[in-house]
């Protein structure tokens, strides 16, 4: 079956550490790839895409991430991270054959500890 | 970017009562999307509304259980009928970019209604 993959369920870390979430996904062909974040209380928002081009995108607040399209890969990275990256974060994937449709993977929890 | 609100953000119901819950944008979009995020789990598209059409609902999701009007470009409904514990949710509404060219897939959000039903 087609599928997103985040094997990250929940991640702990200290501040100041390097963040590295992996997402994976199973589809042939060209693809769009998203971070979306959640912040406690918020609305799900865009962090960072990857449309063509350069592999490695930048996103917001520091966050960047790669596209490795022999691995099927588009690991979310951030060098240091801050309590205030404390969120849920989820990984997404829309194919050029589908139009607009969007598939989430199932999200991963990242607590930063002050 | 696209403003969506969403009413009600909260509702707690009776099993076997229906709810509708409003989506609206503060921009023209053309598609809508309706999604679920059960507890613990990930996002999963239910359906997409375009205006003057009927929804294009995804595989498990029908129309008689959810739904879905999309009477102008600014706004939508998704009721969800017949409501069993197993609808406990959050709902969300999501439009793409409306103003831009971007390719398909960035959306914006709504911050969700969550619903329990006992």
Known sequence: AQSVSQHNHHVILSEAASLELGCNYSYGGTVNLFWYVQYPGQHLQLLLKYFSGDPLVKGIKGFEAEFIKSKFSFNLRKPSVQWSDTAEYFCA???HSSASKIIFGS???LSIRP | SAVISQKPSRDICQRGTSLTIQCQVDSQVTMMFWYRQQPGQSLTLIATANQGSEATYESGFV????PISRPNLTFSTLTVSNMSPE????YLCSVEEPTTRAPPGELFFGE???LTVL
């Open chain 1, 93 to 95: 994937v829309n194919r």
């Open chain 1, 107 to 109: 999200g991963t929890r």
């Open chain 2, 63 to 66: 129309i008689d259980k959810f």
């Open chain 2, 87 to 90: 609808d406990s949710s959050i």
């Open chain 2, 112 to 114: 969700g209604s969550r």
